[in-house]
């Protein structure tokens, strides 16, 4: 069994719908970090949460620990934000890079 | 943001040879961390680094591999002698300190024939 799920696994949406990407864990976690990989392979750091939200720009991130679940939102979705996100975990008692990673959400916005 | 570059960009080489493959952060940082991906496949833990010594690593991470960080700045991670499927993308990433952020470097494209 997965630890850290997502959902869905492919997203396609048009340019300016609003987009949330899940992610389910079934450890406690000491934080849950949003990354998100472009079609080249680079991995990019959107956030690090340990509760409440977060926001940057068009992207919010959202934490429930009681529920053991995270969702990643953006607000008027644009073609550049084509890629797949990835939602990654570090467990209670983990080391600080001893991540537990999901399979990603592949997301296509079209013009 | 700090920034981390990592070499080669794509390597290939034949089954049974050693590789190393370099990262190079810019600035200084404490906190170290390798990760591979299989074509196709989740990220995976390999090995995190402090202090110029392992402080955890995966099940992945056997006596075919070892890390270090020779000259105070690069950090290498080597694989003694490559398997097929030790082919992957080799990703390092950074922390400045613990409980935040970390900066992944562009990766490695290791192709094993």
């Known amino acids: 069994k997965n630890e850290v799920e997502q959902s869905p696994q492919n997203l396609t949406a048009q340019e300016g719908e609003f987009i949330t990407i899940n992610c389910s864990y079934s450890v406690g976690i000491s934080a849950l970090h949003w990354l998100q990989q472009h079609p080249g392979g680079g991995i990019v750091s959107l956030f690090m949460?340990?509760?409440g939200k977060k926001k940057h720009g068009r992207l919010i991130a959202t934490i429930n620990i009681q529920e053991k679940h995270s969702s990643l939102h953006i607000t008027a979705s644009h073609p550049r934000d084509s890629a797949v996100y990835i939602c990654?975990?570090?467990?209670?008692?983990?080391?600080?890079?001893?991540?537990?990673f999901g399979k990603g959400t592949k997301l296509s916005v079209k013009p | 943001e700090p920034e981390v570059t990592q070499t080669p960009s794509h390597q290939v080489t034949q089954m049974g040879q050693e590789v190393i493959l370099r990262c190079v952060p810019i600035s200084n940082h404490l906190y170290f961390y390798w990760y591979r991906q299989i074509l196709g496949q989740k990220v995976e833990f390999l090995v995190s680094?402090?202090?110029?010594?392992?402080?955890?690593k995966s099940e992945i991470f056997d006596d075919q591999f070892s890390v270090e960080r020779p000259d105070g700045s690069n950090f290498t991670l080597k694989i003694r002698s490559t398997k097929l499927e030790d082919s992957a993308m080799y990703f390092c990433a950074i922390t400045l300190l613990a409980g935040v952020e970390q900066y992944f470097g562009p990766g490695t494209r290791l192709t094993v024939t």
């Open positions: 949460l340990s509760s």
């Open positions: 680094f402090y202090n110029n010594e392992i402080s955890e």
């Open positions: 990654a975990v570090r467990s209670r008692g983990g080391s600080q890079g001893n991540l537990i």
